[in-house]
């Protein structure tokens, strides 16, 4: 082998190694797509758009939001999962599609772990138990103590027995070792009216849908489901204060499908670390009942994604969910 040949040889070796740079260094040369699994105008939807505007600005690239509803979120999972893994599509996901999907759905199209990587943590959606103004009770532990004297008779609305707010009522149940009668509804206004009309006792809704409620002094909040404190409700106290180790948000997270190169994964992380630093992002997740998240590297994200997924098991296993 002559010189000449000698140095292709090493200059084709290198290819390999200086491609996944490279890609970096140029992208995004093109639009990038953010698939949504919510329709147009729901909370997801706008904080996505939000995020997008603010990256199409560092980027210079137009980011273009793909909603795709339907299918409890199979659809949007499904698209972003199939889509090249280039760096130019990617899933604005919610922890229906990545956690709870596998244990509420007997077989999916596809697989949360192995289909997607995950970039970064967006924000964490609380839940909050609350009853009418009038009603009696006024904490958790006050609540547990006449679930218990009136087994299955107390009433909760909730969105739905598979939605997060009707496990994470179970949950609750479950730890404290009580029955209610879960009452599932389409719209949280719906519950609100039954609940402020007497029909029911006791809500458990995202925290967004009962603010108002909450300013008004109709609603009473007994408790929260983060595991502090919410710095808005600071005299509500959270679950895990009666029941220890007690923690159920539901998240919006951007992921990536498998095979997306490292080094654009990392480039998006650390762009969505500045977009997540503006004191105007978090305002407006707060007005969408969603907690902004500090920076959180994609190492950090998959073992969060890790200890969601094993959390989820432990619940859906102790409230007795069957899959359909």
Same mark, same amino acid.
């Given at each position: 082998?002559?010189?000449?040949?000698?140095?292709?040889?090493?200059?084709? @070796?290198?290819?390999?190694?200086?491609? *996944?740079?490279?890609?970096?260094?140029?992208?995004?040369?093109?639009?990038?797509?953010?698939? @949504?699994?919510?329709?147009?105008?729901?909370?997801?939807?706008?904080?996505?758009?939000?995020?997008?505007?603010?990256? /199409?600005?560092?980027?210079?690239?137009?980011?273009?939001?793909?909603?795709?509803?339907?299918?409890?979120?199979?659809?949007?999972?499904?698209?972003?999962?199939?889509?090249? *893994?280039?760096?130019?599509?990617?899933?604005?996901?919610? =922890?229906?599609?990545?956690? =709870?999907?596998?244990?509420?759905?007997? $077989? +999916?199209?596809?697989?949360?772990?192995?289909?997607?990587?995950?970039?970064?943590?967006?924000?964490?959606?609380?839940?909050?138990?609350?009853?009418?103004?009038?009603?009696?009770?006024?904490?958790?532990?006050?609540?547990?103590?006449?679930?218990?004297?009136?087994?299955?008779?107390?009433?909760?609305?909730?969105?739905?027995?598979?939605?997060?707010?009707?496990?994470?009522?179970?949950?609750?149940?479950?730890?404290?070792?009580?029955?209610?009668?879960?009452?599932?509804? =389409?719209?949280?206004?719906?519950? @609100?009216?039954? +609940?402020?009309?007497?029909?029911?006792?006791?809500?458990?809704?995202?925290?967004?849908?009962?603010?108002?409620?909450?300013?008004?002094?109709?609603?009473?909040?007994?408790?929260?489901?983060?595991?502090?404190?919410? *710095?808005?409700?600071?005299?509500?106290?959270? %679950?895990?204060?009666? @029941?220890?180790?007690?923690?159920?948000?539901?998240?919006?997270?951007?992921?990536?499908? =498998?095979?997306?190169?490292?080094?654009?994964?990392?480039?998006?992380?650390?762009?969505?670390?500045?977009?997540?630093?503006?004191?105007?992002?978090?305002?407006?997740?707060? /007005?969408?009942?969603?907690?902004?998240?500090?920076?959180? $590297? *994609?190492?950090?994200?998959?073992?969060? %994604?890790?200890?969601?997924?094993?959390?989820?098991?432990?619940?859906?296993?102790?409230?007795?969910?069957?899959?359909?």
């Amino acid at each position: 082998m002559n010189r000449r040949q000698f140095q292709q040889a090493l200059a084709a @070796l290198a290819l390999p190694f200086a491609a *996944p740079a490279a890609r970096a260094q140029s992208w995004p040369d093109k639009p990038v797509r953010f698939v @949504l699994s919510q329709p147009a105008g729901s909370g997801p939807d706008i904080l996505a758009r939000q995020i997008g505007d603010q990256l /199409s600005r560092l980027w210079q690239q137009a980011v273009i939001i793909d909603n795709r509803p339907g299918g409890q979120n199979v659809i949007g999972a499904q698209v972003a999962a199939r889509a090249a *893994p280039d760096g130019y599509t990617l899933y604005y996901a919610t =922890t229906a599609a990545m956690v =709870t999907n596998v244990f509420t759905f007997k $077989s +999916l199209p596809y697989d949360p772990a192995r289909d997607f990587v995950p970039v970064r943590l967006v924000g964490r959606s609380p839940f909050v138990l609350a009853a009418a103004a009038s009603f009696p009770a006024k904490d958790l532990p006050d609540l547990i103590a006449r679930a218990k004297a009136q087994p299955g008779l107390l009433a909760a609305g909730t969105e739905g027995p598979k939605t997060f707010s009707g496990m994470v009522l179970d949950s609750m149940a479950a730890t404290a070792g009580i029955k209610l009668n879960q009452v599932p509804y =389409t719209k949280a206004p719906e519950a @609100l009216q039954d +609940l402020l009309g007497g029909r029911l006792q006791l809500v458990c809704l995202p925290e967004a849908a009962l603010t108002a409620y909450l300013q008004g002094g109709q609603v009473r909040a007994l408790a929260v489901s983060t595991a502090k404190r919410l *710095p808005q409700w600071p005299q509500v106290a959270t %679950m895990a204060e009666t @029941l220890p180790g007690f923690e159920f948000t539901g998240w919006n997270g951007i992921f990536a499908p =498998t095979g997306t190169p490292a080094a654009v994964v990392a480039r998006i992380n650390a762009d969505l670390d500045k977009v997540m630093a503006q004191p105007e992002m978090a305002q407006r997740l707060a /007005s969408l009942g969603t907690m902004a998240e500090g920076p959180m $590297s *994609p190492a950090e994200f998959a073992g969060f %994604m890790k200890s969601e997924r094993e959390r989820w098991a432990v619940a859906v296993k102790a409230i007795g969910l069957q899959p359909e």
